[in-house]
């Protein structure tokens, strides 16, 4: 038997991704989830699950102390939609802030590491190039500055407490699983759209690019990080304790919305309209990282072609019995 890890938000579309992987390592993994938008179904059998809310400090704490020492801790339970932070931030902080000190005092119990997941784009917030770990942190949003704001909680953590914590900045995550709301949402929504025979609903004029980035290629980039951290490989980004490492996981590439619902019907072999309506006001225009410091460092790589993740998303979710047809 391997570790045992608590993966929170490990019944949500990356979450799950990940429990699937550390279960087939051999590690004992608990997942902890409160199903808001998660699926019961998608933890991995060999896993426990919690059904728990993150942002309860005392219940988190009492399962810790229940299932005893923890090698590792992956916090991966977030409010993840932009539009619902600004319109209630404080309902975002609860979930994004509270739950992750929930989490550091958890980790404490054991003095376990916790690899934390971030967001790239909405920390960033528009940039001309690909942003490396140093570009400055304008967060644009509530939720972009509660992802922000749980990294300071974790370098103060490890400042005061000399643990071995890790940051990973996610850039738009896609794949199976995928739910059609949050940041990369678009995906799921456009596979469902072409999926059902349907013109795509583009915003603005569609010009609007982001880093897409596959689910196996962020599992395998957020599991090296934590190797990494709980190895003590990663001294050099410490800086002598002041800082705790950060890692972008993206590709650098950037796509424009178009772009992408071109490259879903070439996959599915369509040819279908396109809806434009007007702009959403406030919408990054330009969000694309660079995962350099991922690649040197951690010896991991973002190769997926586009496509190839594409025919993924689009083959398992032609597979249920629905599929999301919002519109982006």
């Not at 949050?182 to 059902?196: D, P, S, T």
């Not at 350099?292 to 249920?320: C, K, M, N, Y």
């Amino acid at each position: 038997m391997g570790d045992r890890i608590v993966v929170t938000g490990g019944a949500g579309f990356i979450g799950s991704h990940l429990a699937d992987a550390l279960v087939a390592r051999g590690d004992e993994v608990h997942v902890l989830d409160n199903l808001a938008t998660g699926r019961r179904s998608q933890v991995p059998e060999g896993a426990t699950f919690h059904e728990l809310d993150v942002s309860d400090v005392d219940a988190v704490a009492r399962l810790a102390e229940q299932i005893g020492p923890v090698a590792r801790w992956y916090h991966l339970a977030a409010q993840a939609d932009v539009r619902v932070s600004v319109e209630d931030p404080a309902f975002d902080a609860r979930v994004n802030v509270i739950g992750t000190i929930s989490v550091l005092a958890a980790a404490r119990l054991h003095g376990a590491p916790v690899t934390f997941a971030s967001t790239g784009g909405a920390i960033y917030g528009e940039v001309d190039a690909p942003a490396d770990e140093e570009h400055p942190q304008l967060p644009p949003s509530p939720y972009g500055a509660a992802k922000l704001a749980g990294e300071v909680f974790l370098a103060q953590d490890s400042r005061l407490n000399g643990a071995r914590h890790a940051v990973v900045r996610y850039a738009n995550v896609y794949g199976p699983r995928q739910d059609p709301h949050g940041e990369a949402g678009v995906v799921a929504i456009f596979a469902g759209r072409v999926l059902a025979g349907r013109a795509a609903t583009i915003f603005g004029d569609g010009e609007q690019v982001r880093d897409y980035v596959y689910v196996g290629d962020v599992v395998a980039a957020t599991i090296a990080a934590a190797d990494a951290a709980a190895a003590g490989t990663d001294d050099d980004l410490r800086e002598g304790g002041l800082r705790i490492p950060v890692y972008n996981v993206g590709t650098g590439v950037a796509t424009s919305v178009v772009e992408l619902w071109d490259a879903v019907e070439r996959v599915h072999g369509s040819s279908l309209e396109r809806d434009f309506q007007p702009k959403r006001e406030g919408e990054i225009l330009r969000s694309v990282i660079d995962a350099s410091r991922a690649r040197t460092r951690l010896g991991v790589s973002f190769d997926t072609p586009l496509e190839d993740g594409l025919a993924a998303t689009i083959q398992w979710l032609s597979s249920r019995d629905e599929a999301p047809a919002s519109r982006v």
